[in-house]
């Protein structure tokens, strides 16, 4: 079908000013990307699954400008021995980074991956992506995948001993990064990938994930604090048989935050969790957009994503759970709760199931409230000031989405992490 | 202690009159018990004494040691050493029973100007009390009365006070829900801090409690008002006679 003549020249115009990089062996890939994007073109305020937050920014040719942010708290993780991958503002730096090595993981930088070598991730990269493309179109990936300059293949074959975390850093007002991540979990490897920071005043990042029958992939993400930021994020996953996927998104500031997450379970007995914290204070516009698709027997997803707003911040939640025929025993989950801290503040909910198999368990649910005023007195009346009360009620409403975490280290980093934050708000 | 003097108090939304002049005063040590059918206003008092939001004081006042207490926000007059135990303790998802009780009572020490208690000296201190109140360390670690049944939540209210160590104490109806067992747990709880000078108003329908917390004076609470005062005969009179004598005699 032809795109109307707006969202052609929309698509075109941002388009125009852009080369398709030569990285790697992907030119083919990146090819069919362009492709599918111009069929689709870019995403418009009245699309379906973009009715929620308006795509201008994301979407016009130029970044919008974004200050920087003096960020004096420790790193993320930092006690945490992990084996650190360091873009600054979208570029690789070896000079920040550790050197590739790891028992059971094998890691090389996107550029490196070479046709010649036959290496392994030329049969993924662009591949989940266009399949996560239907039912529903997400363009923005697309474009990610035609034009991402950087980011790095990791491919797990054993148990390594630390997380691989890629940090991401952000040192001009005006870049505008495109990464594209390619991993592979390979039958019976577990690993933990991390990944913090801002990365950019623009960011399209794109991660394809695909774990081999009995695999694990731990995925813990922190955004970053800057405020002015923009960040689109799409990760695609396929799941093998008895395999599992948990990830989980911490999010403070940034005006403008659309996390995708397209999960296809294809393998028996396979488990996906996907959970998001994010915390938002004024000009605050978060989005997470879910995807899960049972497509084989026995399998359990699960989605909690809690959101506590204030001074006319925005949340999003687009969650689905898509039960194919013959999946029969699918146990799916979904919650998404906000928490209004004033009547300023805005929570959208989109929960859908489509459901085809006929012996399946499941549910969902979506709530919006204020602190709990009976919780609140009783913590008052015990000494607890007011201020400090809600904190403790918001980080206790956090905590089945911060629960996620398995490791209990990282959950410790991001609980301490989300009370640091809270106290440093209430000054 | 506590001096409360012609407290009258309406209810915010429906401009309905709960306490219509209420006097009392208790001193340190000594043990008051409120007695009083449904609906004399017993709760009232001890939420409108703890802060709660819905009310309005239209005349008189309330004071801790000579303090204004109905100026005081709830967490201010729990610095200043006043505890109610509740009624019906809320049940608090998501924060653990220690962490609560541990920034309770390091707020209420900042708040005094005092040092903060470290996290090993807590410990240390809650368990010893928890253990004569028959809590055990899985109730510490859960979160604040979640999944407690009607008895551990009212040793939880209980615990609480011994860890925070108030002046004043007012205890809610405070045996409602209990089996004999956790009455006297929770009356020797309230005995060891009634011996260090602390004062007690023991709110309570029935004279089982007054059993094994003695009480120095009782009061008969009607209509918004304490009706009739007197020693702990009084409580047994009312468990013998009911109330309908007391408020035939002093209407």
Not at chain 1, 134 to 150: K, Q
Not at chain 1, 191 to 197: D, F, M, V, W
Not at chain 1, 332 to 344: A, E, M, R, T, V
Not at chain 2, 211 to 233: L, N
Request: net charge negative; with cysteine; aromatic share 6%.
């Amino acid at each position: 079908m032809a795109l109307d003549d707006r969202r052609h020249s929309l698509t075109e115009e941002r388009l125009s000013s852009m080369t398709v990089p030569d990285v790697g062996c992907t030119a083919e890939a990146r090819q069919a990307a362009l492709a599918r994007l111009r069929s689709m073109g870019l995403p418009q305020g009245r699309d379906e699954y973009w009715k929620f937050t308006k795509p201008d920014t994301l979407v016009q040719p130029d970044a919008p400008k974004a200050a920087l942010f003096v960020d004096d708290e420790a790193p993320l993780f930092d006690n945490v021995d992990r084996l650190k991958i360091v873009f600054v503002d979208g570029v690789y730096s070896p000079e920040l980074s550790d050197p590739f090595e790891l028992e059971g993981v094998q890691v090389d930088r996107l550029e490196d991956v070479c046709c010649t070598d036959d290496h392994w991730a030329e049969d993924l990269y662009g591949v989940l992506e266009a399949r996560g493309q239907t039912p529903v179109a997400r363009p923005l990936a697309a474009l990610n995948t035609a034009y991402a300059g950087d980011g790095v293949t990791i491919r797990v074959t054993g148990q390594p001993s630390k997380p691989i975390n890629l940090i991401y850093t952000h040192k001009s007002e005006t870049s505008d990064v495109f990464l594209h991540h390619v991993v592979r979990v390979e039958s019976g490897a577990e690993a933990t990938i991390l990944e913090t920071g801002p990365a950019a005043a623009r960011f399209n990042k794109c991660m394809e994930i695909e774990i081999a029958d009995g695999g694990a992939l731990h995925h813990i993400r922190a955004q970053g604090r800057d405020h002015e930021r923009r960040a689109v994020t799409h990760m695609f996953a396929r799941l093998g048989e008895e395999s599992t996927f948990k990830s989980f998104t911490l999010t403070a500031n940034g005006v403008l935050t659309r996390n995708e997450c397209v999960v296809e379970l294809t393998g028996d007995n396979a488990v996906a969790h996907v959970a998001g914290a994010c915390v938002g204070d004024g000009d605050f516009h978060h989005d997470d957009t879910v995807f899960i698709t049972h497509d084989a027997v026995n399998c359990e997803s699960r989605q909690v994503f809690k959101k506590v707003l204030r001074n006319g911040a925005t949340g999003v939640f687009q969650g689905k759970i898509l039960v194919q025929p013959g999946a029969q025993k699918t146990d799916g989950y979904q919650i998404s709760q906000s928490l209004l801290l004033d009547g300023d503040s805005e929570f959208l909910a989109k929960p859908e199931l489509e459901i085809y198999a006929d012996d399946v368990a499941c549910s969902h649910g979506s709530t919006s409230g204020a602190i709990d005023e009976e919780a609140l007195f009783y913590l008052r009346a015990r000494g607890v000031p007011n201020a400090i009360a809600t904190d403790l009620l918001t980080l206790a409403f956090l905590a089945e989405a911060v629960e996620e975490i398995e490791s209990e280290a990282l959950r410790d980093d991001i609980n301490t992490r989300l009370e640091a934050w809270l106290e440093r708000r209430r000054g | 202690m506590l001096e409360i003097k012609g407290l009258k108090v309406d209810l915010e939304e429906e401009e309905k009159s709960i306490l219509k002049g209420v006097d009392l005063t208790v001193e340190a040590g000594k043990v008051h018990a409120i007695m009083g059918p449904n609906g004399s206003g017993k709760s009232t008092l001890s939420y409108v004494l703890s802060g709660k939001d819905g009310y309005e004081v239209t005349g008189g006042g309330a004071t801790l040691e000579g303090e204004d207490v109905l100026e005081m926000e709830p967490e201010e007059r729990a610095a200043a050493g006043l505890f109610l135990a509740f009624q019906y303790p809320v049940e608090i998802p998501g924060v653990g029973n220690m962490t609560f009780l541990r920034t309770a009572l390091n707020a209420q020490r900042k708040a005094r100007g005092e040092e903060e208690m470290s996290a090993t000296d807590f410990l240390k201190m809650v368990r010893e009390k928890a253990k004569s109140l028959k809590i055990d360390a899985d109730m510490l670690k859960r979160p604040v009365n979640v999944g407690f049944s009607g008895g551990e939540k009212k040793r939880n209210e209980i615990l609480q006070m011994a860890v925070l160590e108030p002046k004043m104490c007012i205890l809610d109806e405070t045996d409602s829900g209990l089996d004999v067992d956790a009455m006297k747990l929770v009356a020797q709880g309230v005995n060891a801090l009634r011996d260090q000078g602390r004062g007690f108003l023991v709110i309570t329908h029935y004279q089982r409690l007054l059993d094994h917390i003695k009480p120095d004076v009782v009061h008969i609470m009607a209509d918004g008002r304490i009706v009739k005062t007197g020693g702990p005969d009084l409580a047994l009179e009312v468990e013998n006679n009911g109330y309908a004598d007391i408020l035939a005699e002093v209407a």
